[in-house]
């Protein structure tokens, strides 16, 4: 592995941070300062400013790849929950819309059972279950001022909708 912008193969360490004599490259044969008995250390290259920039860029373009990986996972898993809430949300509506219809029929057989004609009986249930999804419907519309984030489209155009005092 060459060292980035030296030109020569960094420095072989041991376990413990400490450089073989020689920097950890082998000795050349007739080099006098590598003979046996002969220790002469040569310093470690320091770092250059680009070197250091080229690191922290990686370690940013590193931390930032790993934060996008797990926004992908997270969207995924997030994307699978709802398309299983939106599934057992459908089902349980059938199940509650069933169970509404034959709590009605029950109703009006109980209405029948007490002398109404079976018409009369099915219409007023009708007429009341009418009404009532009527001001449920208006209600709803009430509420949808709210899905409209004003809030949020006011404070990204810069506009303040608090006053400041008046000196």
Do not use: H
């Amino acid at each position: 592995m060459m060292g980035i912008g030296t030109g020569e193969a960094p420095p072989t360490r041991s376990p413990y941070g400490a450089v073989p004599a020689g920097g950890g490259a082998a000795p050349a044969a007739d080099d006098p300062a590598q003979s046996p008995g002969v220790r002469a250390e040569r310093p470690l290259p320091t770092a250059g400013v680009l070197d250091e920039l080229s690191g922290a860029f990686a370690s940013a373009r590193a931390a930032l790849s790993s934060f996008l990986d797990l926004m992908s996972l997270e969207a995924r898993r997030a994307g699978l929950t709802l398309m299983w809430m939106v599934i057992w949300g459908f089902v349980a509506a059938i199940c509650i819309v069933g169970a509404w219809l034959a709590l009605m029929a029950a109703v009006a057989m109980w209405a029948v059972s007490l002398g109404f004609p079976p018409i009369a009986a099915a219409i007023t249930f009708a007429a009341i279950n009418l009404a009532a999804g009527s001001v449920l419907i208006y209600v709803c519309i009430g509420m949808s001022g709210d899905l409209l984030f004003s809030a949020t489209r006011r404070q990204v155009a810069g506009l303040s909708s608090v006053k400041p005092p008046a000196p």
